[in-house]
């Protein structure tokens, strides 16, 4: 339960309570913030968890996995893998129950400057966003185009100033940077200037790994600070489903590793194509493909920060286009979160993408309905939780800005129900009914649980039609539109120092406009 009782301040005056009202609330009395608890929803059965755990171990005992690079073959082999002639690895019971004990569940995902931290531990919910959109999404045009490096950037500045966005995973691709290499390196660059949230991003090559850490050691201001406070972490897709591995990404890992930089174990099988098409059978799956990608890391380091990361897809098996907005992957990732907490692991799904091609009423219940449910299962990073579209291939500004106050909605129903002496109420009910005005409007109970008890959206309108018209009949997306021009006509909070900037484009080729 997350306890957010405020103080009872009775006295003191309605003056005294409009002046509270109009200051910040510290950030333990905000109605949501954050890291706030989940848990409370169970898709899973304690007897369904246990099969699946069961049923993931004798996958990987009996199927393993293929494809390691040598690297992998020889730390995993070392750790006690069995390399079989038809060159699977496979992974015994006890390697990997032995590699449970010796996991990091203490995985804090560090900022840049140390005030958006985020913990881990136990059922934590954090939402951010997350994919590789290829394009952007014109509300007002109705169309489609080619993302790009200033797009990303824009989006990290976006995320920035909303509360209810607690990381920036790269959402999207940059298309008009043509060299892969180039790419990655603009990509952090794009990123880590404008925001100080945590980031995600990924390599196309291994080779690609050793620049981007000398970039962020120059942003960080030596190696040792990098180590110290990683901001980046690794989003790493270490596996081809079904029970393969994607030989390059895990280069890629092993590098990050040896570079103190955290690793997204990312298993994004899709149910009836590339996992099985029940949700069981696609958790069972991606559970033991993490759990491979689990041994492996801390074969090459114990203990390294790592976040596991089953990510099933669900699937239209009428059309074969996958089903992001579905109740079905609502239902995968939230039964995840379960698993990750059965492990006591951290670890991340996708929740909050749509299948619809424009911020409509349609994604609006598709980011709902699984947003929703991943909170309620305490889901610690919901990943593409914001801004994306048509199954994530189109990421959209303007719902980026929407989905911060449909998150707050969410958050609220994470946060639950206080019960207490004070929020029962009994005394409140008593003086309305047998001395009061009849009604709880104006009481100075009211007043006071108004910020802390209730979550106000931004942008959503809740005026009367008559009001609504006398306001000129505001669209929603006009309203995002305006709050997003207004936030992007400020100059970034998250820049670095003119030095710092000259440094880096004289060492990398960097794409944004100085």
Avoid at 91 to 116: M, Q, W, Y
Avoid at 454 to 469: I, Q
Avoid at 484 to 503: F, I, N, R, T, Y
Wanted: charged share 20%; hydrophobic share 40%.
């Amino acid at each position: 339960m997350n306890d957010q009782t405020r103080p009872s301040s009775r006295s003191g005056g309605r003056a005294a309570r409009r002046a509270a009202r109009a200051s910040a609330l510290p950030d333990h009395l905000r109605p949501v913030r954050p890291g706030m608890e989940g848990g409370a929803l169970k898709p899973l059965t304690q007897d369904g968890v246990e099969s699946i755990h069961r049923a993931a171990l004798d996958a990987l005992e009996q199927i393993g996995l293929a494809d390691a690079p040598p690297s992998g073959i020889d730390y995993l082999t070392k750790a006690g893998c069995i390399l079989g002639d038809d060159g699977r690895l496979r992974f015994p019971r006890a390697l990997v129950e032995d590699t449970l004990a010796i996991a990091n569940r203490a995985v804090t995902l560090c900022s840049r400057d140390g005030k958006t931290d985020l913990d881990l531990s136990g059922s934590r919910v954090h939402y951010g966003t997350a994919g590789a959109a290829v394009h952007m999404v014109d509300v007002h045009g109705r169309e489609y185009r080619d993302s790009t490096v200033q797009d990303l950037h824009d989006a990290a500045r976006i995320c920035d100033q909303l509360d209810n966005i607690h990381f920036v995973q790269r959402p999207m691709v940059c298309r008009d940077i043509v060299d892969n290499r180039e790419m990655d390196l603009n990509t952090i660059y794009a990123c880590c200037s404008g925001t100080f949230k945590h980031i995600g991003t990924s390599f196309t090559d291994p080779d690609y790994v050793a620049p981007a850490l000398e970039m962020l050691h120059m942003i960080a201001g030596g190696e040792d600070k990098w180590r110290e406070r990683p901001f980046v972490s690794n989003t790493n897709c270490f596996v081809v489903p079904p029970m393969k591995f994607a030989t390059e990404s895990c280069e890629v890992m092993e590098r990050c590793i040896e570079g103190g930089m955290p690793v997204l174990l990312l298993s994004a099988g899709m149910a009836g194509a590339t996992a099985p098409s029940t949700v069981a059978g696609a958790i069972v799956q991606a559970v033991a493909e993490c759990l491979a990608g689990l041994v492996y890391v801390n074969a090459v380091r114990p203990g390294h920060p790592a976040i596991f990361g089953t990510w099933p897809f669900g699937l239209d098996l009428r059309t074969g286009a996958m089903s992001i907005g579905s109740g079905e992957q609502a239902l995968l990732s939230s039964g995840c979160a379960q698993m990750h907490q059965f492990y006591g692991l951290p670890g991340g799904a996708a929740a909050g993408g749509s299948d619809s091609k424009l911020p409509d009423m349609q994604a609006g219940w598709e980011q709902m309905c699984s947003n929703v449910m991943a909170g309620l299962s305490g889901l610690n990073m919901v990943y593409e939780a914001a801004g994306m579209h048509a199954s994530l291939l189109g990421f959209c500004h303007e719902s980026l800005i929407l989905g911060d106050d449909l998150i707050g909605q969410a958050l609220r129903c994470v946060r639950g129900i206080e019960v207490t002496e004070e929020t029962l109420a009994l005394d409140q009910i008593a003086e309305v009914c047998l001395s009061g005005t009849g009604h709880y409007l104006g009481t100075g109970q009211t007043l006071e649980r108004m910020q802390a008890d209730y979550v106000y959206p931004t942008l959503g309108d809740r005026t009367s039609p008559k009001e609504w018209a006398e306001l000129g009949k505001p669209d929603l997306l006009d309203k995002a539109t305006e709050r997003k021009e207004m936030m992007l006509a400020q100059p970034s909070q998250a820049h670095w120092d003119p030095v710092l900037d000259m440094a880096l484009r004289e060492r990398f080729n960097i794409h944004l406009p100085a």
